[in-house]
Structures are given as C-alpha cells and as structure tokens.
C-alpha cells in the first residue's frame, strides 16, 4: 500500500522560496496513470489544488499559482518536490502531497505545517 510523507522547514521568511519533499513508499512514481499532487489548506479556508507531476513528468498547476510554482521529481528516490518562490504570509497553510488513482480515489499525506513569518 503506497504511503506518502511530507518534509521540509516549517517556517518560511517573506519573498523567499518554500520547498517542500515528499517521500513516496509502496508504489513508484512511474506507475502508469498516476497523477502526484501538492495541495494546501490555508487557516479557515478549504483545500487548495496547486498542481500536479504526471507519472510521465509532465506538469500541471494551477493558474493563480503558476508563476511561483515548480514540481518536479526523482525517479531513483521516489520523490516528487514543490517549490514555491515569493512567498507572503497568505502562503501560511498545511500542505499535503497526495496521489490520484482517478477522480474518486486519492490517498493522502498526513500534512505539514507551513509558515510564513510576518
């Protein structure tokens, strides 16, 4: 069964670059049809897509986010990263990694906090 964990700092000073990893077990990030995504939850607010890396690499984000945002990979860790550049304090949030399987099937991360000083 696939498990997935989050890591990285869990404060950010403003206009730097968040970078986040996640750390994939129990199932390769090659795997076909696999989407693996990054999404966040900022204080009362709902989830939030930011984007996604397809199990061919291809990219997707989301367009308020774009230009800030990077996801790439490793295929021989089997890990997937996010960066975040210029980031202010609406960027606090818990963000997650997650994989797809279809639109009814995703299996979650647990979460990190993340903060951006003020």
């Known amino acids: 069964q696939v498990q997935l964990q989050e890591s990285g700092p869990g404060l950010v000073v403003p206009s730097q670059t968040l970078s986040l990893m996640c750390t994939v077990s129990g199932g390769s990030i090659t795997a076909n049809w696999y989407y693996w995504s990054w999404i966040r939850q900022p204080p009362g607010k709902g989830l939030e897509w930011i984007g996604s890396?397809?199990?061919?690499?291809?990219?997707y984000y989301s367009p308020s986010l774009e230009s800030r945002t990077s996801i790439s990979r490793d295929t021989s860790k089997n890990q997937f990263t996010l960066q975040l550049s210029s980031v202010t304090p609406e960027d606090t949030a818990v963000y997650y990694c997650a994989r797809r399987e279809d639109s009814a099937h995703w299996y979650w991360g647990q979460g990190t906090q993340v903060t951006v000083s003020s």
């Open positions: 890396i397809l199990y061919t690499g291809t990219t």
